[in-house]
């Protein structure tokens, strides 16, 4: 699916302290002003690091791996005090390195992924949560994770196992149910996908986002009643809940129902600009009162918000001819063309990329 409901449902900082605890350290020193003391250097991170003073930490690990950039325990402790800052990224390399220096580390590899987690890059992320999974299956919050990083990454089955797993030692926890059935949908089983978002639904009725994404699965389905439902009562808990407004008012207009969609479809702009389905819906409302300027407006962002599809631009072309702005309607229409053109040869070497199958 296209993630219009996901949510980050759990930040990686907690997992922090059950890898590797802090504890506090009265009198920490200042980093030694001399720059070619290991021992002091290291010492003085790690008492900076037990009085949380994690800026400062690093600037003494760096100052030793100037030294001895081989010493993994440094390595670690420095990638550690940039975890603990929220500089994800930053803390890849050290730990990197101490992995190398040290394979056998746990520690290292587990951090590893959690610093490539909480730097957005989740496909880099999934192979160390798995090992470190593998290593310790009874771990929960490592599953979380691993699954999210599968999912976000586009590795639908390997996210699957895992929400599969969590669901089997949590039945009733609705944020599970709703990112199993992300992952199933991703795998186009899209009615397994709506029975777990439908569970998500009955077993938490009020958790923020399950009704908005079990009706974004009907929608999907052209299930058009069932998620007008569904966004109602998403919209019923909250008001300002802008993806419900903008499909609800969707669900309205293909029904005919112009006059009840407008106000949802404007409500949901103000609140998001970026909804390019409540532009494109916008745009096509407009156009049927006779209002094209704002029609042209709507569309030209849904256009801007996503090039690759054809449907805000064929309108925009059409518009453009029946205002009499020929140039322009031939514009885009060569657009249209050249963005077909392209699907066309996208999905060509996608079947040439396939090997062939055989019977038994």
Request: hydrophobic share 40%.
């Amino acid at each position: 699916m296209t993630k219009p409901y996901s949510r980050r449902l759990q930040g990686v900082g907690g997992l922090f302290f059950v890898i590797c605890p802090v504890f506090g350290w009265a009198g920490a020193p200042a980093c030694p002003a001399s720059p070619g003391d290991f021992k002091a250097l290291a010492d003085a991170g790690l008492a900076l690091s037990r009085q949380e003073r994690y800026a400062e930490a690093a600037d003494c690990y760096r100052k030793a791996i100037a030294i001895n950039a081989k010493a993994a325990p440094i390595q670690m402790n420095l990638g550690l005090a940039e975890f603990k800052q929220g500089h994800f990224t930053t803390a890849i390399a050290p730990f990197r390195k101490a992995l190398s220096l040290d394979p056998s580390n746990k520690q290292a590899r587990i951090l590893l992924g959690m610093s490539y987690y909480g730097g957005g890059l989740y496909a880099a992320a999934a192979p160390y949560l798995a090992a470190a999974v593998e290593a310790d299956t009874g771990n929960k919050q490592l599953r979380y994770v691993l699954a999210q990083s599968a999912l976000r990454s586009g590795r639908y089955d390997l996210a699957l196992r895992q929400f599969e797993w969590l669901l089997r030692e949590q039945p009733d926890a609705a944020p599970t149910h709703v990112l199993t059935a992300q992952a199933l949908d991703g795998l186009g089983r899209s009615e397994e996908a709506i029975a777990e978002m439908q569970a998500a639904a009955l077993s938490q009725p009020n958790e923020p986002d399950v009704h908005f994404g079990l009706g974004y699965l009907l929608w999907k389905a052209h299930r058009d009643e069932e998620a007008e439902a569904e966004f109602r009562a998403e919209l019923s808990h909250d008001r300002s809940h802008a993806k419900a407004a903008a499909w609800l008012g969707d669900v309205l207009l293909k029904r005919g129902d112009g006059v009840a969609a407008q106000p949802l479809l404007e409500h949901a702009v103000e609140l998001n600009s970026s909804l390019r389905l409540a532009h494109l819906d916008l745009g096509i409302l407009y156009a049927q009162k006779g209002n094209y300027a704002r029609a042209i407006r709507h569309l030209k962002e849904a256009v801007r918000l996503d090039p690759s599809r054809t449907d805000a631009r064929f309108r925009l072309a059409r518009l453009y001819r029946d205002t009499g702005r020929e140039q322009e309607a031939k514009t885009e229409l060569a657009a249209v063309e050249r963005v077909l053109q392209k699907d066309s040869e996208d999905t060509l070497h996608k079947v040439q990329a396939t090997p062939p199958t055989f019977a038994p």
